[in-house]
């Protein structure tokens, strides 16, 4: 017997996820490299100029860069800064017939609910459905960037898909997707995404800081570890000599425990903590013969990026050319 759409869920559900889909046509575009393609979706529009994020790695080697929608020639677009920690980059173009994607934050999201992941790595806007299998608190990159939020949506992220999006059931933007920090792909959410955004279309870079040290994880003793609440500190093993470290007296055989109020058990650690406090005076927490103290420090502020991720390696080591 013939239903009609009022009185069939699973019609209504599909006319309102082909909706979504379309809506996305003006603000994802496909992102050519002179070897690749991705996707990207468009941050803001102003001026005359959209500003569009993509992902870090595919750029990795390519001089040229350029956009495209639907059936339209690719346009060019030029890279305005990128973050390899967070494997987001920034590229300026044309606005055209592009309008800004609708972020919506991400602390809402709960284990269960129905997302949708679009991608665009051809002429059309693809997508997949699934489903929100487990959200967790705050975590860090392997190169120590702060994420906001850890989300983790069943199946694997489809090729060409980095630098798409995550949306909900209303079609707006709760995170932008990558295969290279995590295997299998993960989402950076909206709050970890406008914050690299900004600072990047500002100032064409991430803050990194400089502190000039180098360090090797050491467990800390029974006691001093339950007074401090964590089991391993960085022993400083070297200190650059003139570096602001040097400058604030750190010397070898320190025990760093946290740096700006952010503990340090390992090099992630201490590059996020270290880079957060990039161009500003924060307090280092030592142990030194055998008793703790704490000392004002300066972060230096080094130019460009930082570390490049290796070309066609994504979540720790995928096959070249097999991550898009």
Excluded at 77 to 97: F, I, N, Q
Excluded at 158 to 182: C, I, Q
Aim: proline fraction near 5%.
């Amino acid at each position: 017997m013939k239903t009609t759409n009022a009185k069939n869920p699973l019609a209504a559900l599909n006319t309102f996820l082909a909706q979504i889909v379309a809506g996305a046509e003006s603000w994802l575009v496909r992102v050519e490299t002179g070897r690749r393609r991705t996707t990207g979706v468009v941050y803001r529009v102003a001026d005359g100029e959209a500003l569009i994020l993509t992902a870090a790695h595919i750029l990795a080697g390519d001089d040229t860069v350029s956009i495209a929608t639907g059936d339209e020639a690719a346009r060019p677009a030029r890279l305005a800064g990128w973050d390899p920690r967070t494997d987001l980059a920034l590229l300026r173009a044309e606005v055209g017939s592009l309008t800004a994607a609708p972020f919506a934050a991400s602390d809402a999201v709960q284990a269960g609910h129905l997302v949708l992941t679009l991608g665009r790595p051809g002429r059309r806007v693809r997508a997949t459905l699934g489903m929100v299998s487990a959200v967790g608190g705050p975590w860090q990159t392997g190169h120590g960037a702060d994420i906001a939020r850890y989300l983790d949506i069943d199946g694997r992220l489809p090729e060409g898909f980095s630098g798409g999006v995550l949306v909900d059931a209303e079609g707006r933007v709760l995170g932008v997707n990558t295969h290279a920090l995590l295997r299998g792909g993960t989402t950076l959410p909206t709050e970890t995404v406008q914050r690299v955004a900004d600072l990047l279309a500002a100032r064409g870079h991430m803050p990194r800081g400089h502190l000039g040290l180098g360090t090797q994880p050491v467990a800390l003793p029974a006691a001093l570890a339950e007074a401090e609440g964590q089991g391993v500190g960085l022993v400083v093993v070297s200190v650059e000599p003139e570096a602001p470290a040097a400058r604030a007296g750190v010397l070898l055989g320190d025990v760093l425990l946290a740096l700006g109020g952010r503990r340090v058990q390992g090099h992630g650690d201490l590059v996020g903590a270290r880079d957060a406090a990039a161009g500003r005076s924060v307090e280092a927490r030592v142990l030194r013969a055998g008793a703790v103290t704490t000392f004002e420090v300066e972060v230096g502020e080094r130019d460009g990026p930082g570390p490049e991720i290796p070309q066609g390696r994504c979540g720790g080591g995928g096959r070249r050319g097999r991550c898009g």
